[in-house]
């Protein structure tokens, strides 16, 4: 048997062609002849895997087609729901750009994250640059410092990895941010870069990390947020459905307000220590203060959940004095607000020296 | 007698065959259905058509099998595969997919059922073996790659062909086919063992 004819035999075998006497004669040679078993297999394997995936390819090219036309079809006109599908598509592939990652689910910016979109990759590289340059002049100032005052502010010298926000739960130093800002990745050093553009070293004090929430102290002994006491108290309970609240915190360099409502008790996943807000929030907000109108924290913003859905999470008070819990002890905690008679400029005012942006190192 | 599932079946038996009626009737009742989950779920209108193609390759591979059976509608099949597919991508992509928020719980049955995730493993695995068949393809040189293209991928008959590569009949242009099987099942054997 020749070559060609091994194939010849295949395809009608393949495509039943074949005579049926043939058939038998073929089928009873696979039983004796192992060396011609082993080729034909071979042949008709490699013919079935041709013919499949030629089908497979003509399929797609078709439902290529069918996609390609459908969407070129003027969004008025037909029944079902289509034109408001793309319509909706079309805001998203829009919108995506400016979205890091699909599915992401924490409020902080990695520095390292690989799946995040081009765009933001690119005003993150920006970003890194103007804080490289940002921290060289810190540098030199911090050294300038040093030889006037001799009591120079610690500056990190490693890059930035992640940033969130934190906001005190006492004046002398103890505050709280979200937990994955400082854990993830196993984090070197956090430092919190206060109003006054100072950066001062924390150290992890307590956290629960279901909750997400982690409890740090400012390092610097004597240290104040600012000359008063912390201006506002944690709610003891649940706040209501539809509560007005507000949040600040450093999404970038400048401090950012937002404001909106709870929109359900329960958060992420029927999550009882959270809440679900309808609020504005972004990567950095991580660990920023939820307040209500009379300027009492609600919560902690730790979490959004996919683009279109738009929303967002905030670890509740109680979760908040849950974690506080071991180490009330030590702390002198406000019982009452000093904000709730002041108009919300005047509460932001109040607010600015006690939130801060904390920044996570790592070698 | 017309019954829906009369007229299901019927359409993926059009569907099998690659008939473009029954593959336009599906993506037209299915699509909009898979694009706004995703795009709730964080996707872009690229991967909806994407995913889409990909679940629906699934579906055509499925009911090539002599006696295919779905144990549901084209709809929830369609959506599990779909649903699959897109975690398993994410995954991938180190994305942890329990972090996805995801509303349709109530339309969800179906999905984590086995039958479907075998269903896309052999899809996966299929795939990985037609990528590697195309890279044979491109190597065995012409004019056996524009050949056996023209052959088994565009579906042009042996006239045609001998036609289309100026062999003066049939009869040679199939024999150089087999040659250029030979060559092609030395490749692929080769690069498959590798």
Not at chain 1, 170 to 182: E, K, L, R
Request: with cysteine; glycine share 6%; proline share 3%.
């Amino acid at each position: 048997m020749n070559a060609n004819n091994i194939w010849e035999i295949a395809e009608s075998y393949l495509d039943g062609t074949m005579l049926p006497a043939d058939v038998a004669s073929v089928n009873a040679r696979l039983k004796t002849d192992p060396t011609f078993a082993a080729e034909f297999n071979e042949n008709i394997n490699l013919i079935n895997s041709l013919n499949s995936n030629g089908k497979q390819k003509r399929f797609r090219t078709m439902l290529t087609d069918i996609h390609n036309k459908q969407l070129t079809e003027k969004p008025v006109k037909k029944t079902f729901a289509l034109p408001a599908y793309f319509w909706r598509t079309a805001a998203v592939a829009a919108g995506v750009a400016l979205i890091t990652s699909i599915g992401t689910y924490s409020l902080f910016i990695n520095s390292a994250n690989k799946n995040a979109s081009q765009y933001s990759t690119i005003s993150r590289e920006v970003e890194h640059l103007k804080n490289v340059q940002k921290r060289q002049q810190e540098q030199q100032n911090a050294i300038i410092d040093s030889i006037k005052k001799k009591n120079a502010p610690v500056i990190p010298t490693s890059e930035v990895r992640f940033t969130g926000t934190g906001f005190a739960i006492t004046n002398d130093g103890y505050f709280a941010t979200a937990y994955h800002v400082i854990n993830y990745g196993k984090f070197d050093s956090v430092y919190i870069e206060c109003n006054d553009d100072k950066y001062y070293k924390a150290v992890l004090v307590n956290y629960n990390e279901k909750t997400d929430i982690a409890i740090l102290k400012v390092e610097k002994k004597n240290f104040k947020f600012a000359k008063s006491e912390v201006p506002y108290a944690i709610n003891n309970g649940k706040a209501s459905l539809a509560a007005q609240i507000f949040t600040i915190g450093y999404p970038k360099d400048d401090m950012v307000y937002s404001e909106g409502y709870i929109s359900a008790k329960n958060g992420y996943n029927g999550d009882a220590g959270q809440y679900t807000l309808a609020l504005p929030a972004g990567h950095g907000q991580s660990g920023s203060p939820v307040l209500d109108a009379n300027g009492n924290i609600s919560g902690m913003l730790t979490a959004i959940s996919g683009p279109e859905e738009a929303n967002t999470y905030a670890a509740n008070s109680n979760a908040l004095i849950d974690v506080l819990e071991p180490i009330r002890a030590n702390m002198h905690l406000p019982k009452n607000s000093k904000l709730a008679k002041l108009s919300r400029e005047k509460q932001i005012e109040q607010l600015e020296a006690y939130t801060f942006s904390v920044k996570v190192y790592k070698k | 007698m017309y019954s829906p599932e009369n007229n299901e079946q019927q359409v993926l038996t059009a569907l099998a065959r690659g008939d473009r009626a029954a593959t336009e009737q599906i993506y037209k009742q299915q699509y909009p259905i898979i694009n706004g989950w995703l795009i709730k779920n964080g996707g872009s209108a690229d991967d909806s058509a994407d995913l889409f193609q990909e679940a629906m390759v699934v579906l055509f591979g499925k009911v090539q099998e002599e006696e295919f059976r779905l144990t549901c509608s084209v709809g929830t099949y369609l959506f599990a595969i779909s649903k699959h597919l897109w975690y398993k991508k994410l995954q991938r992509q180190h994305k942890e997919p329990t972090r996805l928020f995801d509303n349709t719980e109530g339309d969800d049955e179906g999905y984590g059922h086995p039958a479907h995730e075998d269903d896309v493993n052999i899809h996966h695995e299929r795939e990985a073996h037609f990528e590697l068949l195309d890279n044979a393809l491109d190597q065995i040189g012409e004019p056996c790659r524009s050949l056996l293209q023209a052959y088994y991928h565009k579906d042009k008959s042996m006239q045609q062909i001998a036609v289309d590569f100026g062999y003066t009949n049939p009869e040679n242009a199939k024999t150089q086919k087999y040659k250029c099987l030979a060559r092609l099942r030395k490749l692929f054997y080769t690069m498959q063992s590798k």
